[in-house]
């Protein structure tokens, strides 16, 4: 294992890690709702009239987000190291999994456990065991 050590960025880190809590409690105090990606997502598939509007605003900000944040600082460089055919599988695997496990790593890791969830608590553990699993199958058992 190397940790580039001239990168590691606790600080920011931590600050995104409190602004991601901060905006996730007010959005649940404000809004009522669980700030789940896949939820607000698929709201938009099967929309009611009255959700239309902050849902859209919701993604809108997602996609906004990076553009913003150009005009203060340029973008980290993004390296993704597997083949388009590979990262459209496990889109597709990430997706479906979502659907059976009622939710993405944003509302149960997130905001289902701050709300001590014991459904989010162990759906966050198991995307954790599965997320170590496969880390080690693919660095250590196929060499890759």
């Excluded at 931590?14 to 007010?26: C, E, F, K, P, Y």
């Excluded at 509007?53 to 340029?74: C, D, E």
């Excluded at 993405?104 to 997320?131: D, E, Q």
């Excluded at 699993?133 to 060499?143: A, D, K, S």
């Amino acid at each position: 294992m190397f940790i580039d050590w001239n990168n590691f960025t606790p600080w920011s880190a931590l600050a995104g890690g409190v602004v991601i809590g901060l905006a996730s409690a007010l959005f649940v105090l404000f809004n009522g709702r669980i700030a789940g990606i896949t939820g607000i997502l698929g709201g938009l598939f099967r929309p009611m009239l009255r959700d239309i509007g902050w849902r859209l605003a919701f993604i809108i900000g997602l996609i906004g987000a990076p553009f913003i944040w150009q005009l203060f600082a340029p973008l980290p460089d993004i390296q993704i190291d597997a083949s388009e055919a590979l990262l459209a599988v496990a889109g597709l695997i990430v997706g479906i999994s979502t659907r059976y496990g009622s939710g993405c790593t944003s509302g149960h890791g997130v905001c289902g456990i701050s709300r001590l969830s014991p459904r989010s608590i162990w759906a966050t553990l198991a995307f954790m065991v599965t997320g170590f699993i496969t880390v080690y199958v693919v660095r250590h058992l196929l060499g890759a």
